[in-house]
């Protein structure tokens, strides 16, 4: 069984940081791509940014330059520094991870738990 626990959201004024970060426990084989998506109030869940397993990187251009992924394969772990936070910004961000959890299964997604990030104007 795999388990993603996300932490890092909370509540920050525009033009703050706050550094989001997700871990993997459980049975883990192999660990392909992840990112990070988010939905705000009455809005469909939108990807943010990726990250492939040799660290290639994409970004949705609203948060181009002011976001930043990255993994520590040796933790199971994903994170997210945001800068330059805008209210626009404001949303549930979930973490998704590509996990083979044993040899010979193919790759399955799955999803924290979603971590609520509020930037006041």
């Known amino acids: 069984q795999v388990q993603l626990v996300e932490s890092g959201g909370g509540l920050v004024q525009a033009g703050g940081s706050l550094r989001l970060s997700c871990a993997a426990s459980?049975?883990?084989?192999?660990?392909?791509?992840m990112g990070w998506y988010r939905q705000a109030p009455g809005k469909q869940r939108e990807l943010v940014a990726g990250i492939s397993s040799v660290s290639d990187t994409n970004y949705a251009d609203s948060v181009k330059g002011r976001f930043t992924i990255s993994r520590d394969n040796a933790k199971n772990t994903l994170y997210l520094q945001m800068s330059s936070l805008k209210p626009e910004d404001t949303g549930v961000y979930y973490c998704n991870f590509q996990i083979k959890p044993y040899v010979g299964n193919r790759y399955r997604d799955y999803w924290g738990q979603g971590t609520q990030v509020t930037v006041s104007s």
């Open positions: 459980g049975s883990i084989f192999s660990i392909n791509a």
